[in-house]
Nanobody
Framework: QVQLVESGGGLVQPGGSLRLSCAPSGSIGRFYDMGWYRQAPGKQRELVAAITGGGSTNYADSVKGRFTISRDNAKNTVYLQMNSLKPEDTAVYYC?????????WGQGTQVTVSS
């Protein structure tokens, strides 16, 4: 079992930027899919961005052009750069690591976009 350590959440003004990071606590292979999900109050969890073991990326339509997911292969750490943040981006963001049929989830980090 792999533990995911998330960081970078916080409060930011509309139009601002924030960078989330997700680091596996243990040693794992480099060919795994990872992603960021978010869940707002009263809403179900949704995929925000994903990156495959091969480096392909995918984004929700609502964040295309504003968010960028990337990975540091040496550290096996995934990042989510969030620019031009909007109040509707406010949610708890969860990191996910998929190993075969098993999904590993971080504890979540709160992102609040407000004036």
């Amino acid at each position: 079992q792999v533990q995911l350590v998330e960081s970078g959440g916080g409060l930011v003004q509309p139009g601002g930027s924030l960078r989330l990071s997700c680091a596996p606590s243990g040693s794992i292979g480099r060919f795994y899919d990872m992603g960021w999900y978010r869940q707002a109050p009263g809403k179900q969890r949704e995929l925000v961005a994903a990156i495959t073991g091969g480096g392909s990326t995918n984004y929700a339509d609502s964040v295309k052009g504003r968010f960028t997911i990337s990975r540091d292969n040496a550290k096996n750490t995934v990042y989510l750069q969030m620019n031009s943040l909007k109040p509707e981006d406010t949610a708890v963001y969860y990191c996910n690591l998929r190993i075969a049929t098993m999904s590993n989830w971080g504890q979540g980090t709160q992102v609040t976009v407000s004036s």
